[in-house]
């Protein structure tokens, strides 16, 4: 039973350029958040995709973007990246949208701008 | 949002019990309680969740206080791989807002 997977593991952009990181969730899930943790900090909630929209969204700007495909995986993009968002990038599944139902994490996608 | 009052380091010794409080005095009736840990550089890894019963699984147990304003996970015989950031969750109630929100948590150190 394949967990949580998430590419890149590790990548290093310049300010102003643009990034997609990948996730796949977990087998038998269907809705897929992304969450980001800066060094230090606890995971911070940017948005949730459950049947291909965007459900809900935390206090991230545009620049962050995403998207569900119809198998159920996820792209997380963002734009014009700034020195901030330097930061580990978390993908999280789940099934449905019943509170109760457990989420998981995969190991996340380091991301380092210079 | 409920929010969760957790210390922030906790030291155990190996073998032994690690019982890491948290404190929730605000969470509403049909909010759960879940429990996550991080190893450093590691995505949270899942734990244990409940709503009002005590809970076991094979990595630890849940104990939630009668009123639910405070819940308390133990590891029953710790080592040093338990090393890790816990983080005490309370789920948003609707059944659309299914985000975790993430609190400071405790550093559970495990000592030889």
């Known amino acids: 039973d394949a967990g949580v997977t998430q590419s890149p593991t590790h990548l290093i952009k310049t300010r102003g350029q643009q990034v997609t990181l990948r996730c796949s969730p977990k087998?038998?899930?269907?809705?897929v958040s992304w969450y980001q943790q800066a060094l230090g900090q606890g995971p911070q909630f940017i948005f949730q995709?459950?049947?291909?929209?965007?459900?809900q969204r935390g206090n991230f700007p545009d620049r962050f973007s995403g998207h569900q495909f119809p198998n159920y995986s996820s792209e997380l993009n963002v734009n014009a990246l700034l020195l901030g968002d330097s930061a580990l990038y978390l993908c999280?599944?789940?099934?449905?949208?019943?509170?109760?139902?457990?989420?998981?994490f995969g190991e996340g996608s380091w991301l380092t701008v210079v | 949002d409920a929010k969760t009052t957790q210390p922030p380091s906790m030291d155990c010794a190996e073998g032994r019990a690690a019982n890491l409080p948290c404190n929730h005095s605000?969470?509403?009736?049909?909010?759960?309680v879940y429990w996550y840990r991080q190893i450093h550089s590691q995505g949270p890894q899942y734990i244990i969740h409940g709503l009002k019963n005590n809970e076991t699984n094979e990595m630890a147990s849940l104990i939630i206080t009668e009123d639910r304003k405070s819940s308390t996970l133990i590891l029953p015989h710790a080592t040093l791989r338990d090393t890790a950031v816990y983080y005490c969750?309370?789920?948003?109630?609707?059944?659309?807002?299914?985000?975790?929100?993430f609190g400071s948590g405790t550093q559970l150190t495990v000592l030889p």
């Open positions: 999280a599944s789940s099934l449905g949208v019943v509170n109760g139902n457990t989420i998981y």
């Open positions: 087998s038998g899930h269907d809705t």
């Open positions: 995709y459950y049947e291909e929209e965007e459900r």
């Open positions: 605000t969470i509403s009736g049909n909010e759960y």
């Open positions: 969750i309370v789920r948003t109630p609707s059944g659309s807002a299914r985000q975790l929100t």
